[in-house]
């Protein structure tokens, strides 16, 4: 269980705080392509809406489960609050004018810290399974250019195609700059009625798919 504090220490009884925490093993070892060390475990944090929020963990997709057993059972925990009062999300129009996004980037570690017991990872299973269509076409920010990837191939995945990169978020004004883009990059492949295509746009951290 988590305990969210005000500024002044003491315990909030409102909820809205955002947190991404981790446990990473001491024997966890650096991963020999990007020398990262992976943590162990991630935690689902649960608001309460009082200022608490519990926490179930599970095991990280980077997690080596033919070494688990070697774990030494003490690590480190990394706490990272995000956002408080539920700012994370707030989206335009109320923070056009904001100098930030509104996230804290506050970082708590402790030391020493005992393994929780977390669950095996379990790889979700999507909505929609984009090996099924021919080309999958990706229109969107960066997120989405980092998701689709940006040369041919990308992932070792030929169905996917370089995502096109608008600047600017979807919404009501800019749609209609995304759909120029999309049928001037794309036109050839929208038109093509032997192959099955899939749309992803993306703006920021959401995603819809259109058939």
């Not at 309460?48 to 926490?55: E, F, Q």
């Not at 790889?123 to 989405?144: H, I, T, Y």
């Amino acid at each position: 269980m988590l305990y969210s504090l005000d500024k002044n220490g003491i315990p909030k009884t409102v909820g809205g705080d955002e947190y991404y925490i981790v446990y990473t093993d001491d024997n966890m070892v650096p991963d020999k392509i990007t020398n990262v060390t992976h943590a162990t475990a991630v935690a689902i944090v649960e608001d309460n809406d009082d200022g608490t929020y519990s926490l179930t963990w599970k095991a990280s997709p980077m997690l080596d489960t033919k070494k688990s057993n070697s774990l030494a059972g003490t690590g480190t925990l990394h706490v990272h609050f995000e956002y408080t009062c539920g700012v994370g999300r707030m989206g335009q129009p109320m923070k056009d004018h904001w100098n930030c996004g509104g996230a804290t980037h506050t970082d708590y570690v402790l030391h020493n810290v005992v393994m929780p017991t977390f669950a095996p990872f379990e790889r979700p299973a999507p909505p929609v399974n984009l090996k099924e269509f021919d080309v999958v076409v990706g229109l969107g920010d960066s997120v989405m250019g980092n998701f689709i990837g940006r040369g041919e191939g990308w992932f070792g995945k030929t169905n996917l195609v370089a995502s096109p990169n608008p600047s600017s978020a979807l919404n009501t004004e800019t749609v209609q700059d995304w759909l120029t883009l999309l049928r001037y990059n794309f036109s050839d492949t929208l038109l093509t009625h032997d192959q099955s295509v899939a749309v992803l746009t993306g703006s920021s951290t959401w995603v819809r798919t259109f058939r």
